[in-house]
């Protein structure tokens, strides 16, 4: 039977020259921490198929999620945690030996495309197979160092870029093509990876952790952060789960919800909350100024994301609620009591709504 998939494919940059040129029992050491930090990171929606010595095929099927971005953020999330862990090793190490001297020399590229594929049953093990499969792996051998300058990257073929429907962030990307043997000319994006890991670093985090908050609400879903995440920051599924008219978003950069942009939720014509946002840490925590509240009081929200055994437990995390100018503060600090109850109750029907459109989608 046939299926569509996004194949994403992560390889380690200049892995047969560390091997070949370190010693092997410490090479083996820094590769196996490289490797779990990857499994680590590679979280539903994708799904791991198989090992091929410096590389790991992992698929997500088509439908596993509602946002092409949220594809994107889980590809930006591996690299993070890959080039974090790569530069606490070698920050931390007092070894004078070849294979950690050689730590800076790793690097990673992902492959991304889209396409069909069929299980094989392999001597009792499930392999994907198809042109597109093969399509994927090819792709691991372009010339795109030697053409764009770039040495960490994420290469999209076309066919992903449209199924993610990410036309509007291929501004940020160079475009690339490869021609290989019974296949053709594969068009293709590449994405800088070192740029996106160096605004990482820069970045000034803003939460709000439930120990230091005013009040917090929590509540567990039966789904892994990727898809939780995936519908708290989709409109069409946002709408539902807080039960408005609708959802729009503003501030959109190439067709991505950064810092500043805003989701605005309409009760009704003339009331509508606006929810900013001032960080987000993709599958981790989002945090957001709400203004638009009754009276003109506002307050900021993080939303923790933490993995349990069972699914995902969803923390909402609130600053004291404070006023646009004297009086409405006045009346904020007057009804805190009233204020946390209301806000309880709003977010446990959330949290009511979150449950039920994961777990009981057609329900």
Not at 4 to 19: E, K, L, R
Not at 38 to 63: C, H, M, R, W
Not at 109 to 137: C, N, T, W
């Amino acid at each position: 039977m046939l299926h569509q998939a996004y194949f994403v494919i992560a390889d380690i940059t200049g892995y047969t020259a560390f091997m070949t040129g370190s010693e092997l029992e410490h090479a083996q050491d820094i590769l196996k921490t490289l490797f779990d930090t990857l499994l680590d990171n590679i979280k539903p929606p994708l799904i791991v198929s198989n090992f091929q010595g410096d590389a790991i095929l992992t698929y997500a099927p088509e439908g596993s999620f509602s946002r092409g971005e949220t594809l994107l953020e889980t590809i930006e999330t591996i690299y993070c945690e890959f080039s974090h862990t790569l530069e606490n090793m070698h920050r931390n190490t007092t070894c004078t030996c070849r294979a950690c001297a050689n730590i800076p020399k790793l690097d990673l590229k992902l492959f991304v495309h889209h396409g069909e594929y069929v299980i094989q049953d392999m001597r009792g093990k499930s392999e994907l197979s198809g042109p597109d499969v093969i399509v994927a792996h090819r792709m691991m051998k372009n010339d795109v160092k030697e053409k764009t300058g770039l040495k960490a990257y994420t290469l999209f073929t076309e066919a992903a870029v449209n199924g993610l429907g990410l036309a509007d962030f291929t501004c940020e990307m160079k475009s690339h093509s490869e021609t290989y043997d019974h296949i053709g000319e594969v068009k293709m994006y590449a994405y800088c990876l070192k740029t996106l890991w160096a605004q990482e670093r820069e970045k000034r985090r803003v939460f709000i952790t439930p120990e230091a908050a005013y009040f917090f609400i929590e509540g567990e879903v039966d789904a892994p952060p990727a898809l939780v995440w995936d519908y708290l920051n989709d409109p069409a599924h946002l709408q539902k789960i807080l039960g408005v008219e609708g959802v729009s978003a503003t501030g959109i950069v190439n067709g991505r919800q950064k810092t500043g942009s805003v989701l605005h939720c309409a009760h009704g014509t003339a009331n509508v909350t606006d929810f900013k946002i001032l960080d987000i840490k993709p599958f981790d925590y989002r945090t957001d100024n709400v203004t638009g509240l009754p009276m003109g009081m506002r307050c900021r929200i993080t939303t923790w994301f933490k993995p349990t055994d069972k699914g995902t437990k969803v923390i909402w995390a609130l600053e004291n609620i404070t006023g646009s100018n004297f009086i409405s503060n006045m009346m904020a600090r007057l009804m805190q009591s009233m204020l946390r109850r209301e806000f309880s109750k709003d977010y446990r029907r959330v949290h009511t709504n979150l449950r039920n459109l994961i777990e009981t989608p057609n329900g």
